[in-house]
Nanobody, 124 residues
């Protein structure tokens, strides 16, 4: 199983980026929950957003509600994170993760597979 993130980069405050997480090595299990986490230098990995196995239940950390949107396209084996109204405090390495359960959680230790991360830098 391999999860590969892309779409990170440099953006100005107020701008947008769209992160992509592509799964390979096995079938993208449409019933498995997935999530995005982020880690800034010197800080612990932080939950950002999750989506349940059937895609019906997205969950967000309060700091990104109304600005970020998580979605998944099971036909393309891909998950997305649309990030709008970016702020400098969103600067971090963003990781996608998959859990062998349809129920999404906010705890990183609940997730079984991880990508290598993609850097997002927001300038003020």
């Amino acid at each position: 199983v391999q999860l590969v993130e892309s779409g990170g980069g440099l953006a100005q405050a107020g701008g947008s980026l769209r992160l992509r997480c592509a799964a390979s090595g096995r079938a993208f299990i449409s019933t498995y929950a997935m999530a995005w986490f982020r880690q800034a230098p010197g800080k612990e990995r932080e939950f950002v957003a999750s989506i349940s196995g059937n895609g019906a239940i997205p969950t967000y950390v309060d700091s990104v509600k109304g600005r970020f949107t998580i979605s998944r396209d099971n036909a393309k084996n891909t998950m997305y994170l649309q990030m709008d109204s970016l702020k400098p405090e969103d600067t971090a390495v963003y990781f996608c993760a998959q859990r062998e359960s349809s129920i999404a959680t906010t705890e990183p230790y609940h997730y079984d597979y991880w990508g290598q991360g993609t850097q997002v830098t927001v300038s003020s």
